[in-house]
């Protein structure tokens, strides 16, 4: 009860109180906005010296979670991922205007616990028709920081353009104090306005740390330092508009990808199972039964799990189920034919990939294939 997103919830029960009291119910206003001036924001008076014209043209795709959030009603412990909307974001970050020439769109407004394959296509096909478009330089996506990895690295992998696409959130809703939400979409514009972005990927930006879709992930339940890259660390930091990029990444992505999603209404089922100790099969035939063509185990230590778990994956691997090992650990690789032979069985070692990106990945991948051997090449390019 000591974190940071528990503890901003009590004080925002008083803050709730003062905009109740002031007459502001917060659903229908703007989120209270940060004092400051331009003088105040070294990024934006770099920007500031740039005439309208000169400005990146960005896109804001909006699709809920708790940047969008408040407070459920004054009193109450929790609150509502998605109360505001697009507009409302723009309008509570000072100087935003200063650093890009901006436009929102709605996409969805959900808590990204609910994120589905229908919205990724939705936002996929929009982010492509936006920067097919020479209008728009760089798109931005508000999201909720739940799945805000896996909708990142979805993104990455069927983008077809090698404009900036930066995917933001926040740990603390709008009505918070100190909320996050602000200095993190300042930021996620920043990034998407700089030319060094371009040709990087969909990258994340948050607590003033910018990563690379396939790297980073969630770590902590409620801390604001919550985003970590574990196996590469951030791919930049930017500090209140002033964008420093450490190394590129040497995967594929965006335009180099091999995936689409162009035409498509609907993707594969692929189901992830968390391996422990006395795993049993049964959730294994379970999954196959209800209509998963692909299964990720997140194993234990190097994508390991019980002898039956492995045994009946590899009944169903020859039946065409692709079967991906990756690992419940935070970091390290899941390597190819280590304590498990990989080739006998047909399985696809996931490598950096966690759980969450290798269920994304497959799913893309079986699109294309079901040979093992084609899956695990694309594990090891992307
Ligand atoms: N449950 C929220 C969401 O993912 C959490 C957040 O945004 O931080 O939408």
Known sequence: ???????????????????????????????????????????????????????????????????????????????????????????????????????????????????????????????????????????????????????????????????????????????????????????????????????????????????????????????VETFRSPNRGPAGVVNTGDVHWFERMDKKHTVDSEFSVTGKNTLPRVDILYAHANMSPDLIDSAVKNGAKGLVIAGVGDGNMTQPALDTLARHVKKGVVVVRSTRLPSGLVLRNNEINDDQKGFVASGELNPAKSRVLLQLALLETKDPNRVQRMFEEY
């Open 1 to 223: 009860m000591n974190s940071s997103k528990n503890t901003a919830r009590g004080l925002m029960c008083a803050l709730g109180l003062l905009l109740t009291g002031a007459g502001i119910a917060a659903q229908e206003s703007a989120p209270p906005t940060n004092p400051g001036s331009s003088k105040d924001l070294p990024g934006t008076q770099e920007a500031g010296a740039r005439s309208p014209e000169e400005l990146a043209s960005v896109r804001i795709l909006a699709t809920g979670g708790t940047i969008a959030g408040a407070q459920a009603n004054p009193q109450g412990y929790g609150y509502k991922s998605g109360a505001f909307k697009v507009e409302d974001l723009i309008k509570a970050v000072p100087n935003l205007d200063k650093v890009a020439k901006l436009t929102g769109e709605q996409v969805a407004n959900i808590g990204s616990q609910d994120m589905n394959d229908a919205v990724w296509l939705k936002l996929a096909k929009r982010t492509n028709e936006l920067l097919a478009s020479p209008e728009v330089d760089a798109v931005v996506v508000t999201h909720g920081t739940d799945t805000l990895e896996e909708t990142a690295y979805f993104l990455d992998l069927v983008v077809k353009s090698d404009k900036p696409v930066v995917l933001v959130g926040s740990m603390r809703p709008a009505t918070a104090i100190s909320a996050d939400g602000p200095a993190n979409l300042y930021n996620a514009v920043a990034v998407a306005s700089s030319p060094e972005a371009k040709g990087r990927g969909v990258l994340i930006v948050i607590n003033d740390e910018i990563h690379t879709a396939r790297n980073v992930t969630k770590t902590n339940t409620t801390n």
